[in-house]
Nanobody, 124 residues
Framework: QVQLVESGGGLVQAGGSLRLSCTAS????????MGWFRQAPGKEREFVAV????????RYANSVKGRFTISRDNAKNTVYLQMNSLKPEDTGVYYC?????????????????WGQGTQVTVSS
Protein backbone atom coordinates (compact mmCIF):
# COMPACT_ATOMS: atom_id res chain seq x y z
CA GLN A 1 0.00 0.00 0.00
CA VAL A 2 1.26 3.49 -0.84
CA GLN A 3 -0.29 6.91 -0.35
CA LEU A 4 0.46 9.69 -2.81
CA VAL A 5 0.18 13.43 -2.22
CA GLU A 6 0.57 15.94 -5.06
CA SER A 7 1.53 19.59 -4.69
CA GLY A 8 2.71 22.50 -6.78
CA GLY A 9 -0.35 23.28 -8.86
CA GLY A 10 -1.66 26.78 -9.38
CA LEU A 11 -2.55 29.52 -11.82
CA VAL A 12 0.01 30.52 -14.44
CA GLN A 13 -0.03 32.51 -17.65
CA ALA A 14 0.51 30.85 -21.00
CA GLY A 15 4.21 30.37 -21.64
CA GLY A 16 4.96 30.03 -17.95
CA SER A 17 6.24 27.12 -15.90
CA LEU A 18 5.18 25.02 -12.94
CA ARG A 19 6.80 22.14 -11.09
CA LEU A 20 4.55 19.50 -9.63
CA SER A 21 5.68 17.16 -6.87
CA CYS A 22 4.22 13.89 -5.67
CA THR A 23 5.44 12.42 -2.41
CA ALA A 24 4.76 8.81 -1.47
CA SER A 25 4.45 7.22 1.91
CA UNK A 26 6.11 3.95 2.75
CA UNK A 27 9.55 2.50 2.15
CA UNK A 28 8.98 0.81 -1.20
CA UNK A 29 8.76 3.86 -3.47
CA UNK A 30 11.59 2.62 -5.66
CA UNK A 31 9.61 -0.51 -6.51
CA UNK A 32 6.93 1.49 -8.37
CA UNK A 33 6.95 3.00 -11.79
CA MET A 34 5.40 6.45 -11.43
CA GLY A 35 3.11 8.22 -13.83
CA TRP A 36 1.39 11.57 -14.22
CA PHE A 37 -2.10 11.90 -15.68
CA ARG A 38 -4.40 14.87 -16.11
CA GLN A 39 -8.10 15.45 -16.46
CA ALA A 40 -9.70 18.51 -17.99
CA PRO A 41 -13.34 19.40 -17.23
CA GLY A 42 -15.70 17.17 -19.17
CA LYS A 43 -12.88 14.98 -20.49
CA GLU A 44 -11.43 11.64 -19.58
CA ARG A 45 -8.26 11.30 -17.57
CA GLU A 46 -5.30 11.12 -19.94
CA PHE A 47 -1.71 9.99 -19.74
CA VAL A 48 0.99 12.66 -19.47
CA ALA A 49 4.27 10.95 -18.55
CA VAL A 50 5.78 7.91 -16.86
CA UNK A 51 9.15 7.09 -15.36
CA UNK A 52 10.57 3.67 -14.58
CA UNK A 53 11.47 2.50 -11.09
CA UNK A 54 15.14 3.34 -11.57
CA UNK A 55 14.41 6.65 -13.25
CA UNK A 56 16.46 5.71 -16.31
CA UNK A 57 13.61 5.59 -18.81
CA UNK A 58 10.69 7.93 -19.47
CA ARG A 59 7.72 8.21 -21.84
CA TYR A 60 5.59 11.22 -22.70
CA ALA A 61 2.32 11.97 -24.38
CA ASN A 62 2.90 13.62 -27.75
CA SER A 63 1.06 16.72 -26.55
CA VAL A 64 3.67 17.45 -23.86
CA LYS A 65 6.84 16.04 -25.41
CA GLY A 66 9.63 18.61 -25.39
CA ARG A 67 7.82 20.81 -22.82
CA PHE A 68 7.38 18.55 -19.77
CA THR A 69 10.01 16.54 -17.91
CA ILE A 70 9.33 13.78 -15.41
CA SER A 71 11.97 12.87 -12.85
CA ARG A 72 12.20 11.14 -9.50
CA ASP A 73 14.27 11.12 -6.34
CA ASN A 74 13.94 7.71 -4.71
CA ALA A 75 15.76 8.90 -1.59
CA LYS A 76 13.01 11.48 -1.07
CA ASN A 77 10.12 9.22 -2.20
CA THR A 78 9.18 11.94 -4.67
CA VAL A 79 8.38 12.19 -8.36
CA TYR A 80 8.34 15.52 -10.17
CA LEU A 81 6.77 16.96 -13.30
CA GLN A 82 8.50 20.07 -14.63
CA MET A 83 6.11 21.84 -16.99
CA ASN A 84 7.45 24.56 -19.28
CA SER A 85 5.89 26.58 -22.09
CA LEU A 86 2.47 25.94 -20.65
CA LYS A 87 -0.60 26.31 -22.84
CA PRO A 88 -4.25 26.86 -21.92
CA GLU A 89 -4.99 23.32 -23.09
CA ASP A 90 -2.71 22.02 -20.31
CA THR A 91 -5.34 23.13 -17.79
CA GLY A 92 -6.74 20.36 -15.61
CA VAL A 93 -6.33 18.35 -12.47
CA TYR A 94 -3.00 16.54 -12.45
CA TYR A 95 -2.72 13.18 -10.73
CA CYS A 96 0.29 11.08 -9.91
CA UNK A 97 -0.04 7.32 -9.88
CA UNK A 98 2.03 4.30 -8.88
CA UNK A 99 2.29 1.07 -10.83
CA UNK A 100 3.18 -1.96 -8.75
CA UNK A 101 3.22 -4.68 -11.39
CA UNK A 102 6.62 -4.01 -12.88
CA UNK A 103 5.50 -2.29 -16.06
CA UNK A 104 5.40 1.37 -16.97
CA UNK A 105 2.17 1.76 -18.82
CA UNK A 106 0.30 4.66 -20.34
CA UNK A 107 -3.24 3.57 -19.48
CA UNK A 108 -5.21 4.45 -16.35
CA UNK A 109 -5.84 0.80 -15.59
CA UNK A 110 -2.12 0.04 -15.47
CA UNK A 111 -1.86 1.92 -12.16
CA UNK A 112 -2.65 0.68 -8.70
CA UNK A 113 -2.50 3.80 -6.51
CA TRP A 114 -3.54 7.40 -7.14
CA GLY A 115 -3.12 10.74 -5.46
CA GLN A 116 -5.94 13.21 -4.88
CA GLY A 117 -4.81 15.55 -7.66
CA THR A 118 -3.62 19.13 -7.90
CA GLN A 119 -5.24 21.83 -10.06
CA VAL A 120 -3.26 23.48 -12.84
CA THR A 121 -4.84 26.44 -14.61
CA VAL A 122 -3.15 28.14 -17.56
CA SER A 123 -4.60 31.47 -18.59
CA SER A 124 -4.31 32.84 -22.12
Amino acid sequence: QVQLVESGGGLVQAGGSLRLSCTASGRTFSSYAMGWFRQAPGKEREFVAVITRSGISTRYANSVKGRFTISRDNAKNTVYLQMNSLKPEDTGVYYCAAEATGGWGTQRWDYDYWGQGTQVTVSS
